[in-house]
């Protein structure tokens, strides 16, 4: 990965974090972190990677996002001096549901071992 591409997944990383916050959908205020954006080789399309706190409706949370979509892309196309804006495209972190997969399977095997001894 370029150099160009790491600082341009950055800066969306930024400016979208930045216009969720302030946003008042609801479905996503205060529910909602950016945890990373991945841009393709030729920066016409971003996947922006958002977890959603535990308990939260994620499904709901998704579909504010892909609300949002619009007001995000604008957001980067004046905030930034690229030729193309990205097209967005908001996926759920899969690294957070393995952790948190691995976290669970830890815990019962915490509790497994205090039930036994």
Known sequence: MSDRTRKVESQLKEIAGEELAGLSDPRIQGLVTVTGVRVSPDLAQATVFYSVLEGEDEEAAHEGLQSAAGRVQ???????????????????????????????????????DDANG
């Open 74 to 112: 604008a957001a980067v196309g004046r905030q930034t001096r690229l030729r193309r804006t990205p097209r967005l495209r908001f996926e759920p972190d899969p690294v957070v549901d393995r952790a948190m997969s691995i976290e669970a399977a830890l815990r019962e095997v915490r509790n497994s």
